[in-house]
């Protein structure tokens, strides 16, 4: 296969992949259940709330695997577009179908017990973030005008990796909650597991909201709508903090209906990006191009998947008073 | 119906093209030739088209002409640079001087919206000390404006065209913060970066009249860079896809192909209407007021063709100011290639500028100043520019050519001073119409060649600190008209006053380019624009206050005390 050639494949396969994820992430699980409590059954019961804790790590699961489809799809466009110039920009792509393929993997795994490839895979993912981030950060400080509006808004984007970073930090804390079915109350590290997923979360949220900012302001906020992922995202960041600081064992009825509405609004942005797309010359006749042109499509449900985490923790709060 | 832009009216029956659909109309007010309109304005450029569209919204009958086509961009334009030449003004005209310039593509356009359906969309403030050059920095001549007021109307027009511009702009004074962002920069952009930072002067990206983002039926920018040659998209906001649709919706009548010959005057002095030609036919359109808006070289052709026995020398033109003081802005280059593909052709030519020289005011030899910015010649001008400029032919220039890609090249936009002896008159040759030619004759003085020599030298060094190699210098290109009709507080040296009202008939106005008494160092459009605002504001006032039919010599009092213009800029 020629070089070009393969960057299509890899680039179509990657977006492909991640769409069927995102999809089998938010599909109902039907007869779920049914498996869970047979499976459930046979094993031993040591820790007070095992199926608390397992509910909550495969919800942690999933919302680690949209984000990692988000990614997956947003790379896979944005490092296609950059024609993969730097062998590189080809990690990402990998890195979160990998971190994909262990979330899904974690959300039907009923076992109270961290999984060490999990584990490694997203630790791996967390490590990717955060090299992608200084890779970014030297793309944009390395050209002319170094740190500067020009160079933020056409840079490579800084906040972008840490999607990814996120996504591994998420799965890992689910393997960690996990972990602890059988020990008294869900922890990380010594510290409350809930709550602070619901902290890591929020700060999630507040980052990816400063991405959609300092993008959107690039587009001048040209449509209102613009304006929404600037302001719901830090609203339910705000009720997840508050959440965290004290909220053990309460239902926080309207920070998880918040979290529902984040939720929407991660897929709506979608419907939004299509509509942006077809305002480029051509619209959408002219895909090929202005997918790569308009606002990134796969960008918004990055939100859906810190919003679904804020609901594991959230979850995982209200069932575990000392979670 | 056989719909041909250049050679069949386009707007009429009720309807003008809808220039953001492929054969779409919108629909379009008219007026009887028998129905005296408030306004005639002849040109629809970036001061006719921002003049017709304030007035109609301000509630006056309004009749704008244009000598060209009316085009809907998304259909009619090609990315072809040979066919676009249908955009340019290429009536005969006869140049001379010891500096003759050179007419057409580069200079004037003739279509609804005039030269912006292929300006190069750079829409830059003057500095403030320019209004009041003569008395603050000692050459040229004084504007009769306020530089605070030009401020909000600059505003205005900004906002006007969603000017994609830089967060924060480097030189003079605060101004509120462009309505779109700037644009990414191209490889040619980034090397007048990384040469103005070589030489520790500022730089930054050039504010620009082409959209950034969406905006309603308006396509971004794509950056294939067809710009000069006119925009297809509609991401660049000329007068064709900003005043003149919005002239229409408010009630204007916008007539295509229609050359104005001729501006009655009647018994009492005061101007009638115009005497125009469409169709294959003469016609009169009467009016209550005329506004001339044909650009440097038409509008005082058209003022000095007009002449009666009342006016031998013209119309407005008792200071036999008319035509005089012609500057052109001097567009002098360097150029040279990198080791890396540069495409300077992609994107908008001139993505990043430094007006260094333009605040500057140490280590200079010269009155005046200059900005220079990137560029992005297309490939048939670059073989023209090689093969005139640069004098290659045969083998060396198609040797030349293979370097295309890696061309990178500095060009300023130069203050060049009035001077009475460059100027605009009639020659005795007639044109398509039977209308006598202007003759332009243009001589560049010692000033102009001290700031041309000071840019070829500081843009030389840039460009290599840059890191470009084998540089040459085009030495001779100029760009933009002003002048031939110049404002000012005094009827025996200005033909204008402030508000754009002849002194001599108070019924005739002239807003466009021509009125400008000095040009500064940045491209014009954007001045004419904000002069145009104004202008609609004072008029209004004046409709307001019955002051209209008055003359100009009693009724030209600034409406704000400020005339001190130039205090607290630095
Ligand atoms: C290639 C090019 C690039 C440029 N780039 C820039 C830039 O980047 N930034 C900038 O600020 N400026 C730029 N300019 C200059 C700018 O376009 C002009 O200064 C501005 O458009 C002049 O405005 P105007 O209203 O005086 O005349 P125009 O915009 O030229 O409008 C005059 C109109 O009047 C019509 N007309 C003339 N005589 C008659 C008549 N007798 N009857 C009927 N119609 C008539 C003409 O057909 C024309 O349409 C550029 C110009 C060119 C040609
Ligand atoms: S580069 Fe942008 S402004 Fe220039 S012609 Fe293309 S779309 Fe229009």
């Excluded at chain 1, 609203?235 to 965290?244: D, E, P, R, T, Y």
């Excluded at chain 2, 039926?217 to 919005?246: D, E, M």
């Amino acid at each position: 296969m020629s070089r070009a050639v393969e960057r299509d494949v890899l680039a179509g396969a990657g977006l492909a992949l991640s769409v069927l994820a995102a999809a089998a992430v938010l599909a109902p699980k039907a007869g779920s259940s049914r498996i869970r409590s047979q499976r459930i059954a046979a094993l031993p019961r040591s820790g007070p709330q095992p199926r608390t804790a397992v509910r909550a790590a495969r919800r942690l699961n999933g919302a680690a695997g949209m984000l990692a489809a988000s990614v997956l799809a947003d790379s896979s466009v944005e490092h296609y577009r950059g024609s993969f110039k730097n062998r590189a920009m080809y990690t990402p792509l990998v890195v979160s179908a990998l971190t994909l393929a262990t979330s899904l993997h974690g959300t039907s795994d009923m076992r109270p017990l961290a999984h060490r490839l999990r584990d490694g895979c997203y630790l791996l993912a967390a490590a990717t973030g955060l090299l992608g981030t200084g890779f970014h950060f030297y793309n944009v400080t390395k050209k002319v005008g170094g740190f500067s509006w020009q160079n933020l808004f056409y840079g490579a984007p800084l906040g972008a990796p840490m999607a990814i970073l996120l996504s591994g930090l998420l799965g890992f804390c689910s393997e960690r909650v996990r972990e602890t079915a059988r020990s008294p109350r869900p922890e990380m590290f010594g510290l409350p597991a809930a709550r602070t997923i619901a902290a890591v979360t929020g700060a999630g949220l507040l980052g990816t909201s400063g991405e959609a900012g300092l993008l959107h302001f690039r587009g001048a906020f040209h449509n209102p709508f613009m304006a929404v992922p600037v302001t719901l995202p830090p609203i339910g960041a705000a009720l997840l903090f508050n959440a965290a600081a004290r909220g053990q064992g309460r239902a926080h009825p309207f920070t998880r209906a918040w979290m529902w509405l984040l939720t929407a609004m991660g897929l709506a942005g979608v419907g939004f990006h299509a509509y942006g797309v077809s305002r480029n010359m051509g619209g959408w006749r002219n895909w090929s191009q202005n997918v790569l042109n308009g606002p990134p499509l796969p960008a918004p449900p990055s939100f859906t998947g810190l919003a679904l985490a804020g609901l594991a923790a959230l979850g995982l709060m209200r069932e575990h008073r000392d979670a | 119906m056989y719909d041909d832009a250049l050679h069949m009216p386009r707007a009429r029956q009720g309807q003008a093209p809808d220039v953001f659909r492929p054969g779409g109309w919108v629909p379009m007010r008219e007026y009887r030739n028998d129905e005296p309109v408030d306004f005639v304005i002849v040109g629809t450029g970036a001061g006719g088209g921002t003049l017709a569209c304030k007035l109609a919204e301000y509630g006056f009958s309004v009749v704008a002409f244009d000598a060209g086509p009316y085009f809907r961009p998304l259909e009619d334009f090609a990315s072809d640079e040979a066919e676009q030449t249908k955009l340019y003004w290429t009536d005969d005209r006869i140049v001379d001087g010891a500096n003759p310039l050179q007419l057409g593509s580069n200079n004037s356009g003739k279509a609804v919206g005039g030269s912006t359906v292929h300006f190069a969309m750079v829409s830059l403030r003057f500095r403030p000390e320019w209004f009041k050059s003569r008395t603050v920095l000692g050459y040229g001549a004084d504007w009769p404006l306020d530089w605070r007021e030009m401020w909000d109307y600059y505003t205005e027009v900004e906002q006007a065209l969603k000017i994609s511009g830089p967060v924060t702009y480097p030189w003079g004074p605060p101004r509120p913060r462009y309505p779109y962002r700037a644009h990414p920069l191209n490889a040619a952009a980034r090397a007048l970066a990384k040469g103005c930072e070589a030489l520790g002067i500022d730089w930054t990206e050039t504010p620009l009249a082409t959209i950034s983002a969406p905006r309603g039926l308006a396509h971004p920018c794509v950056y294939r860079g067809f710009c000069v040659t006119g925009c297809s998209t509609n991401a660049k906001q000329s007068a064709l896809v900003t005043w003149i649709p919005r002239a229409l919706a408010a009630g204007a009548e916008i007539r295509d192909l229609a050359m104005v010959g001729r501006i009655e005057v009647d018994d009492n002095g005061l101007v009638s209407g115009v005497h125009y030609h469409r169709d294959d036919g003469w016609h009169f359109q009467r009016a209550r007021n005329v506004v001339v808006a044909g650009y440097a070289i038409e509008t005082p052709r058209l003022l000095l063709n007009s002449a009666t026995d009342r006016y031998r020398d013209g119309l407005a033109n008792s200071s036999g100011l008319v035509g005089k003081n012609l500057m052109t802005q001097s567009n002098q280059a360097v150029w040279g290639v990198m080791d890396d593909e540069v495409r300077s052709y992609k994107g908008p030519p001139s993505l990043a500028i430094t007006e260094h020289w333009n605040y500057a005011d140490k280590g200079k030899d010269f009155f005046g100043g200059y900005a220079y910015m990137s560029q992005g010649p297309l490939p048939q001008l670059w073989a023209n520019t090689q093969a005139s400029a640069h004098g290659l032919w045969g083998g060396p220039l198609v040797e030349e050519m293979k370097n295309y890609n890696h061309v990178v090249g500095l060009k300023i936009v130069g203050e060049m001073l009035p001077q009475e002896t460059s100027r605009v008159t009639l020659a005795d040759e007639v044109d398509q119409y039977g209308l006598r030619i202007p003759r332009v004759t243009y001589s560049w003085c010692d000033n102009d060649k001290r700031l041309i020599d000071h840019s070829l030298k500081f843009m030389s060094r840039a460009l290599q600190a840059a890191g470009a190699k084998d540089l040459w210098i085009q030495e001779d290109d100029t760009c933009h008209l002003n002048g031939t009709a110049r404002m000012g507080d005094d009827a025996g040296t200005s033909v204008v006053n402030a508000d754009c009202r002849s002194w001599d008939i108070p019924n005739l106005w002239i807003c466009d380019g021509s009125v400008f008494p000095t040009v500064g160092g940045v491209n014009p459009s954007l001045t004419i624009q904000a002069i145009a605002c104004r202008t609609a504001d004072r008029i209004r006032a004046m409709a307001r206050r019955g002051e209209l039919n008055r003359s100009a010599r009693r009724s030209s009092a600034p409406i704000s005390a400020t005339t001190d213009a130039t205090a607290s800029t630095a």
